[in-house]
Structures are given as structure tokens and as C-alpha cells.
């Protein structure tokens, strides 16, 4: 029998495990993603008397893998933290991550997300490529659609979704909506979402909001339901992050109808397909230049968006990690 880890903190990594756990032929290993002194032995404890073949369903959980008696499947999203210092991870943190690579690469079988982070796991782990299975993340297409709210703003707005890491670029994202107020003096950005573990990256980027008087309508955490509505109200989603290993927030704007503009990255070209506008990250003036296209292009966007997001399935993710598991147990046996 499989058993999935399940996590019950709220972002993409964990909706994932969610997600496929309520789909696939598997119990469920149910564990919160963060802990402590005391609640990590007592994980441990569990997770080494599971007894069946466990799918990993993140890749910063693979360090705990140790402590399995059974084959392990492992689900790798992404590995920014360990090869991208963007968020300047702490000693002991590095040596975690390292154990994360040590599991990783003696997995049974491993699930990437999408084909950018299948390459990253051959060229950088050195992952036999027959032990990768690509498969994408999925929409819930019941809650992101075109059907229900819009949110109320004041004022025509850009949306942002995630946390304020410094990879996710927010201080070029108002730089670049300065340069959009121009000429739109009307547009806002609000931003749904945590903050994130960079505090000072997150008071840095609201200061230089203030500097450059760009309104910011801060959302927070939110659920599903009001996410969509956000999505459905805004002039355009803006994505300008520097690395990512999927990207749930494009996938879900276009399924409400919202336009996206994205970094230029290998991830997004393999994601968004030709129904997103691509901007240089690193150029507030091209990240400019797409918001302003899409307030003018964003009904042919829109289109764009509707058709391409329909690969994306939560059914059908669950029916390939499946797949996964059927060719694991075969081969246990």
C-alpha cells in the first residue's frame, strides 16, 4: 500500500499534497510542514512505523527519508532553495538542504512538476532520467472559472499573488507600475498573500511602494473562493518572479479570465504557452511595458488563457502519480 504525506499549511506545495491525496488510491500520512523541537521526533516516530512505500509529496520532506524501512517515491517542485541564493538560507539550513539531495537522488521514483525542474534534477543531482515522471500540477476548475464574484476595488488593478521573498521581485514590480502610472494614474496593486519569512525584503519593497506613491491594497491570506474572485476583478496579473519550479498563480488568473504577464523563464514558456505577455525581470521598464499592453490586449489574452488552461487537472495528476504507484508496488512485490 502507498501511504501520501499530506500537509495542512496553505501554499502551493501543500495544496498539491491535498489535491492528490483526495484523488489517488492511498492512505493518508497526515503531518504539518513546519516543526519544532518536539513535534519533529514525534513525526519521525510515526513516519518510521508507517510501514508502507511513502510518497514524499515535497522535496524539503526527502531529509526525513532516513528513517523509512520501505521504498519512497518523492515529489520535487522545485530546487530553488538549494541552488538559487535568493533568500539567503542560514548554515544549518544548508546542511538540511543537502540531505534533501542525498534522499532525492536515492528515491525509488520521483515526480517533478514540470519538465524545467525534471532538467534541473539530471543536470544538477545527476537523477537518472528513467526515474523522473513529469507531471503537472492541476487546477481546481469547480473554484477557478469564470462563474461567480469579481472583487471591488477602488480602482482598476494589477494583481500580485504569493509571498515577498526576494525572488519574487516586488521592488521592480512597483517600479514598474510608477512608470504605468504615467499614463494610467488610476491603477493600484493589490497584493493577496503571507508575507513570507523576509521581513526586511518586505519592508523594503513597501517603503519603496510609499516612495514612488504606488497604492498597495494588501488582501493576506485568503481562501480559494476569494482568491478566484480577486483573479476575476483584476485588469491583469503580474508574475515578475525570478525562479520558479511551476507557478500555481498564472494557471489560476487565466482560468478566471485574467490576463498574466510573466517573467521570462524557461518554467513559464513551458506553462503559459503563447497566452501570457513576457517581460525581462530584471527591467521595470519590459515589466511596464507588459502591464500597460495587457490594459490595452487583455480580452485576446483572456482567450489565450481559457483554452491553455485547460491541460491542467487535478483528476488528471492524480490519475498519472497513479500510475506511479501501480509501477512501484509491481515492482515491490
Not at 268 to 277: D, H, N, T, V
Amino acid at each position: 500500500m502507498i501511504a501520501i504525506i499530506v500537509t495542512h499549511e496553505s501554499s502551493g506545495f501543500d495544496k498539491y499534497s491535498q489535491e492528490v491525496a483526495k484523488r489517488v488510491r492511498a492512505k493518508s500520512f497526515h503531518s504539518q510542514r513546519y516543526f519544532n523541537a518536539k513535534t519533529l521526533p514525534e513525526f519521525l516516530e510515526r513516519l518510521s512505523r508507517c510501514g508502507d512505500v511513502v510518497h514524499i509529496t515535497n522535496q524539503n520532506f526527502a531529509r526525513f527519508a532516513g528513517v523509512l524501512r520501505t521504498p519512497y517515491i518523492v515529489t520535487v517542485h522545485d530546487l530553488i532553495r538549494n541552488f538559487y541564493d535568493f533568500d539567503g538560507e542560514t548554515y544549518a539550513e544548508q546542511m538540511w538542504l543537502k540531505l534533501d539531495e542525498h534522499f532525492i537522488k536515492r528515491a525509488e521514483a520521483i515526480i517533478a512538476v514540470s519538465e524545467f525542474s525534471k532538467s534541473e534534477l539530471i543536470s544538477r543531482l545527476g537523477v537518472d532520467a528513467q526515474k523522473v515522471t513529469v507531471i503537472y500540477n492541476g487546477l481546481d476548475h469547480e473554484v477557478f472559472n469564470l462563474d461567480g464574484l469579481s472583487a471591488k476595488a477602488p480602482s482598476p488593478y494589477a494583481l500580485y499573488v504569493g509571498s515577498e521573498r526576494p525572488r519574487k521581485n516586488l521592488n521592480r514590480l512597483v517600479q514598474a507600475l510608477a512608470l504605468v502610472r504615467r499614463k494610467h494614474p488610476d491603477v493600484v496593486l493589490v497584493k493577496v498573500g503571507d508575507v513570507g519569512r523576509d521581513k526586511s525584503f518586505a519592508h523594503s519593497w513597501r517603503d519603496a511602494a510609499k516612495e514612488l506613491r504606488v497604492p498597495v491594497i494588501f488582501v493576506g491570506k485568503t481562501s480559494d473562493i476569494a482568491l478566484a474572485s480577486w483573479y476575476r476583478g483584476a485588469s491583469v496579473l503580474v508574475f515578475p518572479s525570478l525562479m520558479e519550479g511551476f507557478g500555481l498563480p498564472p494557471v489560476e488568473a487565466m482560468a478566471c479570465g485574467c490576463p498574466v504577464v510573466v517573467s521570462e523563464l524557461p518554467i513559464f514558456r513551458e506553462i503559459i504557452g503563447s497566452a501570457g505577455w513576457f517581460v525581462d525581470p530584471l527591467n521595470p521598464e519590459s515589466i511596464a511595458e507588459g502591464i500597460t499592453g495587457m490594459l490595452k490586449r487583455g480580452p485576446e489574452y483572456s482567450a489565450l488563457g481559457l483554452e491553455r488552461v485547460k491541460m491542467f487537472s487535478w483528476d488528471e495528476a492524480a490519475r498519472k502519480t497513479q500510475e506511479v504507484y501501480d509501477g512501484l508496488e509491481k515492482c515491490t512485490r
